[in-house]
C-alpha cells in the first residue's frame, strides 16, 4: 500500500475557517468558495441549460391540464426506484389525476425499456411514458410506443452513443448538445429539474387556485438517489443532497424513509450520507437482487400509511439479510474463480446458479480484492446477463461501444458508465468475450500490483475526538468526488479481537495516545495481526451514533505493516513536506 498525501494550496477565502485541518480538506476537494462550503439550495443551477427541457415540461404541463395517463417507467436500482416514486408522486402534486408506474424485473424483463412493457403501457391506455433513469438506449422501445401513438419523454442520465432514441423530448445532461454546467445529476436528479420546470410553466397558466406544491417535499428521494446512484458530488448535487439530508434530519421525508430507519436502528435527526449508503440503499436494492413476485420497495417508497410502510419496510429487512447470505456464498465460488485468472489483466467469472441480481455486488468485491476490470455472469438459459466493474482509466462505457462495433452481435444488450456497466450475451459466446475483454485490457491497462490511496495528511493527536469528528461531519456531505476525509497515522498494535467472524477491532497506540478503531469485513490476513505490530493505518474519523448514545469512531479503511523504508508519496512530490507524526510508532 502506497499512501499519497493530498496537498492543494488554500485558497485565501478559506482563511474565515479557524481550524487548518479543515482548511487543508476543503481545498483538497478543490473548493475555492466559502459558498461552495456551505451548498445552499438557494444556489442551485437553473433549468434553462437543459437541452429539451422546455420541449419536455410543455408537454408534461399539457398532458397535466388535459387528464392524460401518464406512466413513469423506472428501474429496479436505487436509481430508478426512488426516481419512479418522485415521479409518481411529483406529478400528483402537481396535479396529475391519472399516473402510475412499471418497474421491469430484474429477472424477468431486464434493465430498461422493452416493447413487452410498453405493450402493457398500451392495454393501460397510457398517453405519455417518462421514463427515469433508463430510456437513452432503448430505441427500438420508444419508436414502438411512438408508433402506437404514446408520446415518449426521456429523462437519462447514463452515457450516449452518437444516435438518440425517437423521442419527443430527451432530457440527460451527457448530450453533447447540452449546455447545463453539472453532467453528474442521477436520473431522479434529472426529473427532478423537469418537474420543477413543468411546475413554473403551470404557475405561470395560473393552474392552482391555491398556494402551488412545493417540490422541496421530494428532496430526501433525490439526496437517497445521487448517494444510492454513487454519482460525483459536485457542487449542485451536494447542494441537492444536503438539503435533502437537512428535510431528513427535521422528519420531512417520505413515511418509507423513516420505517427503514426503524429497522436499519438509526436516528433520522443524525442521518448521514453513510447511513444512506449502509443502511438505506441496501434494503431498497434487496428486493430486486433476489427473487420477488412482488416489488415491496417501490411500494414503501410510494406508501402514505405508517403501518403498512413497517410491514413492508420489515420485509426489506428480511430480504437483506437472504441477499448477504447468498452473497457470501458466491463470493467466497467467485474468489476461487478468480484465482485462476490471477495471471491477467482482467476478470470474467460466471456461476449458473449465481444470481444475476448479485452480480454487480460479487464484480464490486472483486475489483477491490484484485484491482482490476471484472465482469460477473449468471444464468442459467441460452442468454446470460453480465455485470462491471472497473479500474480508472478504463471506462467501461468505451469499451463496450468499441467491443459492439468490432463484433457485431456479440452484445446482444449493454449500457452503463464509465466505471460500471452491464450486458447480455449468449453463453455460446462467453469464452470469445473473456478473450476479447481480455485483449482490451492488454492493451489499455498498467496494472500496478501495490495499491495506492489518498489521504488528507497525517491527524494531530488533539483531534481524536467526538468534538472534531462533529466538526469534520459539518462540512460535508461526504460522498464519490466529494470523498470523505482519510488521514493515515502509525500506531502500535496493542490488541485485536474479531467481531462476528467479520470484522476487527483494534486498540492502536502511538506513543502518546490510544485509541479503539473498528475494520469492517477484515481480510484474513488483517484479522491475523499480532500484538507489537507497527502499522500505517488509513482512517476516517466519524461520530457512532446508536440512539441518544455518541461515542467516536476511527474506522479503518486500510492498515499495512508499517516499513520505515517504505515509500510515502506526497501530492505536490515533495517528500520533506510530511509531518513528523506520520513517523510516530
Known sequence: MKIKRRNNEVDASLNVIENAIIRNVLANRNITKIEDVEADIRGLLHYRDLKDIDIASNILKEAIKSDKRIIVFGDYDVDGMTGTALGVLGLRSLGAKNVDYLIPSRYASGYGMSIELVKVAIDKGVDLIVTVDNGISCHEAISFARDNNIDVIVTDHHDITDVLPNANAIINPKRQDCDFPSKNLCGAGVLFYLLIATRALLVDDNFYKDTPP????????????????????????????KAGLNRIKKGLCQVGIKALSTFAKFDLKNITTHNISFDICPRLNAASRIYLPDNPSILLLLSQDEDEALNLAKRLDYCNKRRHDYEKVFLAEAIDEAKTQEHKKSLVVFKEHWLSGLSGLLASRLKDQFQKPVFVFAGDGEEITGSARSVTNFPLSKILNLINEKHEGLLIRFGGHAMAAGVSIKVSNLEKFKEIFEEIANENLDIKEESVIETDGSLPNECF???FAKLLASYGPYGHGFEEPLFDNTFTVLDSKILGSRHLRLRLSNGFITITALKFRATQREMSIQEGTVVDVVFAITVDRYYDQEKLLVRVEEFDYHDSNSILINCSDDIEDIDDDLLLS
Open 214 to 241: 412545493q417540490l422541496n417535499s421530494f428532496l430526501d428521494l433525490v439526496a437517497i438517489a445521487t448517494i444510492g446512484d454513487v454519482v460525483p458530488l459536485d457542487i449542485n448535487n451536494r447542494r441537492l443532497v
Open 465 to 467: 475526538n467526538i468534538e
